[in-house]
């Protein structure tokens, strides 16, 4: 069973950029073969759909809510999914969460996901 853990959340401001990394518990390229997703849980909402990439340098899709702002990224060995979020502000406040599916054409779906992190706080201040 493939694990995840996401790092780099904390508190910054409105306006600062912020980057989140996913790695794998497991051993080589455990992310590789996976689609992989980005959502995220505000504080008494349900959990939304960020951002998804399938292979490194290819395929990439945004909530509109994030689209420009934020940019997702994943190496070619399969270890490490990035989202760098630039433009922040108060209502991206949330627990980042990622995730990974085999179901590319559902990218969209929390339901589609297999896998998830255990997610990580990024809060910002207005």
């Known amino acids: 069973q493939v694990q995840l853990v996401e790092s780099g959340g904390g508190l910054v401001q409105a306006g600062d950029p912020l980057k989140l990394s996913c790695t794998s518990t497991s051993s080589g390229g455990a992310l590789g073969g996976f689609a992989m997703g980005w959502f995220r849980q505000a504080p008494g909402k349900g959990r939304e759909f960020v951002a998804a990439i399938i292979r490194p340098g290819g395929v990439t899709k945004y909530a509109d809510s994030v689209k420009g702002r934020f940019t997702v990224s994943r190496d070619y060995v399969g270890t490490r999914v990035d989202l760098e979020m630039t433009g922040l502000k108060p209502e991206d406040t949330a627990v980042y969460f990622c995730?990974?599916?085999?179901?590319?054409?559902?990218?969209?779906?929390?339901?589609?996901?297999?896998?998830w992190g255990q997610g990580t706080q990024v809060t910002i201040s207005s």
């Open positions: 995730a990974g599916t085999t179901r590319v054409w559902d990218l969209t779906s929390e339901s589609a996901y297999t896998i």
